[in-house]
């Protein structure tokens, strides 16, 4: 499949894949006769599987990491890249349980936002008014 296919595919600009590829994001991509990207099933795993990792916030650095150890000795490099993968798992779980928390706050203000609106315009109401009238003085 060419590169325009598997732009279209993933949603992923040729520029994004090339830079996959250049970086060591992904193994090389094999060409064809012509010298073009020629991707197989087995360079979409592996465009498939960055894209997933860059989505959660896996950083290039900890994906390059993960590709140089896959290529260097893919058996050997198991339990350290898996290690990769925990590391990032732990992360993306720590994001999630903060963005969990926002999410409950910001329910629980929705929830009580006409409560909360009603009291504290009651309570400011005065205030502004003073503000207002202090300022309408100072023009005059």
Same mark, same amino acid.
């Given at each position: ?86 590391? =990032? ?49 100072? =023009?005059?």
């Amino acid at each position: 499949m060419n590169i325009s296919a598997v732009s279209k595919k993933f949603d992923l600009s040729p520029d994004t894949l090339r830079y996959y590829e250049r970086e060591g994001l992904i193994p090389p991509v094999h060409r064809n006769e012509s010298g073009y990207r020629d991707y197989d099933n087995y360079d979409m795993n592996w465009i498939y599987f960055v894209k997933c990792m860059r989505k959660a916030g896996v950083s290039v650095e900890s994906m390059i990491e993960y590709t140089n150890l896959f290529l260097k000795n893919r058996e050997g490099t198991a339990e350290a890249r898996k290690d990769i993968l925990r590391e =990032q798992k732990a992360e993306i779980e720590e994001k999630i349980f903060d963005l969990q928390q926002t999410l409950d706050y910001l329910n629980y203000k929705i929830d009580n936002f006409d409560d909360h609106l009603k009291n504290f315009e009651d309570r400011l109401d005065p205030y502004i008014q003073r503000k207002l009238k202090k300022e309408n003085n100072d =023009q005059k």
